[in-house]
């Protein structure tokens, strides 16, 4: 894995963090719940694995969530500013870090690699032509890129050797 790393946090500056190496994976989240939860049309999440996210500064409070699997979401905000700065789903635990690419300091780095849930995406969002889509969520062996499976492959067994 490539060493670059990236800075980010929120507003107020009380929680920062940096990530390393590449992401599993960009989504593009249209979903409801994420437009809900960001007042925006959707969500930009860049997918790290547990290691390659460390908080430098601060503590945030992480939040139980509702989310439409009905398994939730927690949602790690800064206690000051309320920031949303990642998330971590039922499905992934805290192996998977859902990294909030607006909260970086770079932001224009981590462009979409799929667009999710654009069956719910709002009308005048129109992605750009050979965007790769799915109306819902899709099959991770058949979407991630074989780098990033073995990735987390490695990852998921050194977390259960533990």
């Given at each position: 894995?490539?060493?670059l790393?990236?800075?980010?946090g929120?507003?107020?500056r009380?929680?920062?963090y940096?990530?390393?190496g590449?992401p599993?994976?960009?989504?593009?989240?249209?979903?409801?719940?994420?437009?809900?939860?960001?007042?925006?049309?959707?969500?930009?999440?860049a997918?790290?694995?547990?290691?390659?996210?460390?908080?430098?500064?601060?503590a945030?409070?992480?939040?139980?969530?509702?989310?439409?699997?009905?398994?939730?979401?927690?949602?790690?905000?800064?206690?000051?500013?309320?920031?949303?700065?990642?998330?971590?789903?039922?499905?992934?635990?805290?192996?998977?870090?859902?990294?909030?690419?607006?909260t970086?300091?770079?932001?224009?780095?981590?462009?979409?690699?799929?667009?999710?849930?654009?069956?719910?995406?709002?009308?005048?969002?129109?992605?750009?032509?050979?965007?790769r889509?799915?109306?819902?969520?899709?099959e991770v062996?058949?979407v991630?890129p074989a780098?990033?499976l073995?990735?987390?492959r490695?990852?998921?067994?050194?977390?259960t050797?533990?």
């Amino acid at each position: 894995m490539d060493e670059l790393i990236r800075e980010g946090g929120c507003d107020c500056r009380a929680v920062r963090y940096q990530v390393r190496g590449r992401p599993i994976i960009v989504h593009c989240c249209h979903c409801r719940w994420c437009q809900r939860e960001t007042g925006s049309a959707f969500v930009l999440n860049a997918v790290y694995l547990a290691g390659q996210v460390a908080v430098t500064s601060g503590a945030p409070d992480v939040v139980d969530t509702p989310s439409a699997s009905g398994r939730g979401q927690r949602i790690a905000r800064c206690p000051t500013c309320r920031i949303a700065l990642w998330s971590h789903y039922a499905r992934g635990g805290e192996l998977l870090w859902f990294v909030r690419v607006g909260t970086l300091d770079d932001p224009d780095a981590l462009p979409p690699d799929v667009h999710i849930y654009t069956a719910s995406k709002q009308p005048w969002v129109a992605l750009p032509p050979g965007a790769r889509s799915f109306e819902q969520f899709y099959e991770v062996a058949e979407v991630w890129p074989a780098e990033s499976l073995e990735r987390f492959r490695q990852a998921r067994a050194r977390a259960t050797a533990e």
